[in-house]
C-alpha cells in the first residue's frame, strides 16, 4: 500500500514518527495544549475541565469539514444513520 493512502472506506495510515502525514490529528493535538501544556500534572485536571475542553474543541469551525464544527457533522452523521433529517423542517 502506497504511504499515507485514504479513501472514503478506509482508515488512513501513516509512517510511524512521520507527523507531516498527520495534520488533522497534530493540528488538534496543538489545539489542546493550548489547555493542556505538557508541563501540566494530567491527574490534576478535572472532569469539568476535560470537558470544557472538549466542548471548545468540538465547537471550532474547520476547515476541512466546510467550516462546520466536528460537533455539526458529528450530529449529522448520526442523524443520517438513524434515517432522520438532522436539520427537521418547521412546521
Keep these: 500500500m502506497p504511504k499515507c493512502e485514504a479513501s472514503r472506506d478506509y482508515p488512513m495510515f ?3 514518527s512521520s507527523p507531516w ?3 488533522t ?6 489545539r489542546a495544549r493550548r489547555w493542556l501544556p505538557r508541563k501540566r500534572d494530567i491527574t490534576a485536571v478535572t472532569d469539568h475541565e ?5 466542548d471548545r ?5 474547520r476547515k476541512c469539514l466546510g467550516w462546520k ?6 450530529r449529522e452523521k448520526m442523524m443520517v444513520e438513524m434515517d432522520r433529517s438532522p436539520y ?3 412546521q
Aim: with cysteine.
Design 14 to 16: 501513516c509512517d510511524p
Design 21 to 23: 502525514q498527520k495534520g
Design 25 to 30: 490529528v497534530e493540528n488538534t493535538n496543538r
Design 50 to 54: 476535560l470537558k470544557m475542553i472538549c
Design 57 to 61: 474543541l468540538n465547537a471550532t469551525p
Design 69 to 74: 464544527t466536528p460537533a455539526e457533522v458529528f
Design 88 to 90: 427537521p423542517q418547521k
